[in-house]
């Protein structure tokens, strides 16, 4: 009954959130899209809807994996920054009848964005091929992803505060989550003995992607496969094992939540090893006056930029990236047979260092506005272009000697390449193009927006693939094809004058003090 | 415009309005500040208390109407008031992360106070607040008296001429609020002019030579403490206590035409007299001279709280 109390109220106060319309518009139109993404180069041809619902299949399988994390995973660590975890516990309800609450309300919300697939589902039905194994597969499938994604969601939840460290330890415990879920189903099959393709292959990864293909991208003619391939009762009774395993594991984790909430909702002082782990791995050890010099000359200089870089965190992103370039590209260096995969690594490190950018820059001004300093910074003598520069320098800053020595490296490539031009080079334009307007986009997003998650979906929406699409769809009404370097320039061109806006907005919506405020007054 | 040095007045509003959509938040307020004031802003919740405040610190713009601070207008010049004031809203506005030190030494980074001088005028302003032995302490170890006290340190470090203090002693216990009320006064001896606005009544009746009563973003009064209990007394009202014969007493004074209304309280008489500046001496020489033992009379003075009930309940136009 508590449950059902506390759910009730979970749906109506997600229903009263502009994030959930925002975020169910941004679900089912994804869906449709990549539906007929997916549709674009199959032959509508009776008897073909097989193939489609593959290509569905996977993408509802990928989209229910990443969808939960990015919903869900602020649901109690926000509880627990706003006091009003304290509150609940004050009644006399169990602490794992909240957790279960919180993550049903977040389970409907992704099935009602599951079921925004369903018009998308209609159409390969209606092109028939389609056994209803094949969807009652889907619908099991799913349900197994969801114990597992949200149960793990709402464990990473419950051991952080922190709003952005919670969505982080969600993604990184799915992604283990992702590995593990079809190699724990392939180990269950247990059909090595079946085919014959896997020499090579250890029995581990041979049981990862078996379970991945059937889990995600099953064949068009599952049923038929099925049947060729495993005795029914064998399938059913794997097939049942994972079911358990999965609510197993989504009852665990709704149980390690509500001990953890039991544990943490007085919210108790740091414990003395956490103090000492933090003083041990977070103080300065070397260079300390040299650190307190550049500090205080931060400081004169720049101090919205200086809030920026004060924190541990801040010079941990610093270190952290110029140890990741300079450990990757040095490996990848040394080792001449890894050469050709040079231009994967610049593009996967490219990816993550704008991806790192932006989540930076889309929580910026999001602690001036909790805190109330922000306010406090508008009322001294500092101007509105001041503090916009100023923090945009100091995120700027951030990731500067990380960019800097990408850059190096790839001019030391581009020098060193002796033999005609460097394979699949970066494309230097864009990326410089997108550090410098990223923190833009997400400092606009940031002062803007309530919720962190919202602000940097919107960051990387609008300052990296809006542009993309834009480009994109303009090409569809051009009469000839553009050149590669021309459609760089295009989306280069209209990142800059989609930042060039938002840093206007930016300026207007400070002056005019138009920013939703966060902060509870005392 | 005037001149710093030559304005006698610290603050001035002219119809100032300020409208949040269709809701009035304040409805063209006339408000005159002295410079040395220590001046006391009362109202309910929502009366526009803190809208006025938001906007005197530049913080927001009048929807219309002007306003000038210390001779500099509030639109045309921010920058020159940001200057010279110092505002703490009704919130802490702190990094608990953040070492004492470090807080103000930032915001006197941001009120560009050269480096040099910072660590002294750091160390002044702690000691005036009484958080000297706090310097290096992480904000949010301290107390909320303490972190109040810091709030109005940082306040100080730019050394401004007029003080907006929004609810400065909320949620603090009495000996806080003792010391924070205070610091105000040292700060008012020191020459700085102070709008503070508080519903702890008693201590504003204590220690403000000015206040206004604001309602429904209008203001009802504004001017010297006493005043307001003049103005919103609806006459002459005092004590009085007899020796015996509580009942004869009250026929004698019922009979004298300047009584308005006379109440027994437990042993003492209530006296109206009609007028608001009726003469006492008619209630003793009424008593003695029908023969009753005169003990004690007294002026019931209205206190501020009274005032302001009477004010909120619509009892005054």
């Known amino acids: 009954m508590t449950v059902w109390f506390l759910l009730m109220r979970e749906l109506r106060a997600h229903a009263r959130r502009a994030f959930t319309h925002w975020a169910r518009v941004f679900v089912a139109g994804a869906l449709s899209l990549g539906g007929v993404w997916l549709a674009a180069d199959l032959v509508a041809l009776p008897g073909r809807g097989g193939a489609l619902f593959q290509r569905i299949h996977c993408l509802l399988y990928c989209a229910a994996w990443l969808l939960v994390p990015l919903a869900a995973s602020d649901c109690l660590s926000r509880e627990r920054r706003e006091g009003t975890l304290m509150l609940l516990f004050l009644t006399p309800m169990p602490p794992a009848a909240l957790a279960l609450a919180k993550i049903g309300a977040h389970t409907v919300q992704l099935a009602i964005a599951l079921l925004a697939g369903v018009p998308v589902l209609m159409i390969p039905v209606l092109l028939g091929g389609i056994h209803w194994r094949s969807v009652a597969w889907l619908a099991l499938v799913l349900m197994n992803v969801a114990c597992w994604s949200l149960g793990l969601t709402l464990a990473a939840s419950s ?27 392939g180990a269950l099959l247990g059909v090595n003995s079946l085919v014959t393709w896997q020499q090579g292959y250890s029995q581990a990864s041979y049981d990862f992607f078996t379970g991945f293909s059937l889990l995600a991208t099953p064949a068009p003619d599952f049923a038929a496969f099925v049947q060729w391939a495993f005795p029914p009762a064998h399938v059913l009774h794997t097939a049942a094992t994972m079911t358990v395993i999965s609510v197993s594991v989504f009852v665990l984790s709704v149980i390690f939540a509500g001990q953890c909430l039991r544990r943490n909702w007085r919210e108790a002082p740091t414990s003395r090893l956490a103090g000492k782990m933090k003083q041990a791995l977070c103080r300065p050890i070397l260079g300390k006056t040299w650190l307190r010099h550049w500090m205080r000359r931060l400081l004169e200089r720049n101090p919205p930029g200086w809030l920026e870089r004060r924190q541990w965190s801040g010079r941990l992103i610093i270190w952290t990236w110029l140890a990741v370039v300079g450990s990757v590209y040095g490996f990848l260096l040394s080792n001449w047979q890894l050469h050709a995969r040079l231009a994967f690594v610049d593009q996967v490190m490219v990816g993550l260092l704008l991806v790192s950018l932006a989540t930076v820059a889309a929580g910026s001004f999001r602690r001036e506005r909790e805190t109330g300093v922000l306010e406090l910074l508008l009322v001294s003598p500092l101007q509105v272009r001041q503090i916009i520069h100023g923090r945009l ?49 997400g400092l606009y997003f940031s002062l803007q927006c309530r919720s962190y998650l919202m602000a940097w979906v919107l960051t990387l929406g609008g300052g990296l693939w809006l542009p993309d699409l834009l480009a994109g769809l303009g090409e569809l009404f051009w009469p000839f094809a553009l050149e590669p370097k021309i459609n760089d320039l295009l989306v280069a061109l209209l990142q800059v004058s989609l930042a060039g806006v938002l840093y206007r907005r930016l300026h207007r919506k400070l002056e005019r003090r138009q920013f939703p405020v966060l902060r509870n007054a005392r | ?176 609020r003792i010391e924070v009320m205070e610091i105000l ?76 209304e006379v109440t027994p309280v437990e042993q003492q008489l209530k006296v109206t007299l009609a007028g608001a500046s009726g003469d006492p001496s008619l209630i003793a020489e009424t008593l003695v001279r029908g023969g009753a033992k005169l003990l004690e009379l007294r002026e019931d003075e209205m206190t501020l709280e009274e005032v302001f009930l009477r004010v909120t309940r619509g009892e005054t136009q």
């Open chain 2, 1 to 176: 415009m005037t001149t710093l040095a030559a304005a006698p007045v610290a603050i001035q509003t002219r119809d100032l309005t300020r409208r949040y959509g269709a809701t009035l938040a304040l409805d063209r307020l006339n408000l005159t500040v002295n410079r040395g004031d220590l001046f006391g802003f009362i109202g309910s919740n929502g009366a526009g208390k803190t809208t006025t405040l938001r906007i005197l610190s530049t913080f927001l713009t009048p929807s219309s109407g002007t306003a000038e601070v210390l001779g500099h207008d509030i639109v045309q010049g921010a920058d020159a008031v940001r200057r010279v004031i110092g505002y703490m809203p009704d919130f802490f506005g702190v990094y608990k992360d953040m070492e004492v030190e470090e807080y103000l030494d930032f915001f006197g980074a941001c009120y560009r106070i050269p480096a040099a001088q910072r660590a002294k005028v750091i160390d002044d302003v702690l000691e005036l607040v009484g958080l000297t032995e706090k310097k290096g302490a992480l904000i949010g170890a301290l107390s909320r008296g303490m972190q109040q006290r810091l709030g109005l340190a940082r306040v100080l470090v730019h050394d401004p001429q007029l003080l907006l203090l929004d609810e400065p002693a909320s949620g603090l216990d009495p000996r806080a």
């Open chain 2, 185 to 260: 006064r040292e700060l008012r001896r020191l020459g700085k002019t102070i709008i503070i606005s508080s519903h702890i009544l008693s201590e504003l009746e204590t220690i403000c030579n000015r206040v206004c009563i604001i309602e429904k973003g209008r203001l009802i009064y504004t001017g010297p403490v006493q005043g307001v209990r003049a103005q919103m007394s609806p006459g002459a009202v005092f004590w009085v206590r007899v020796g015996s014969g509580l009942a004869e007493a009250v026929k004698l004074l019922q009979a004298c035409p300047e009584v308005a």
């Open chain 1, 393 to 441: 320098r100091g995120i700027w800053g951030q990731f500067l000697p990380a960019t800097g020595m990408l850059l190096g490296i790839w001019m030391y490539l581009a020098s060193a390449w002796t033999t005609g031009s460097r394979p699949g080079g970066p494309a230097v334009g864009s990326f410089l193009v997108s550090y410098a307007i990223l923190p833009v986009v």
């Open chain 1, 159 to 185: 051991v952080s505060r922190s709003g952005p460290r919670a969505l982080a330890l969600a993604v990184l415990l799915e992604g283990a989550a992702f590995v593990l879920f079809p190699w724990i189903f």
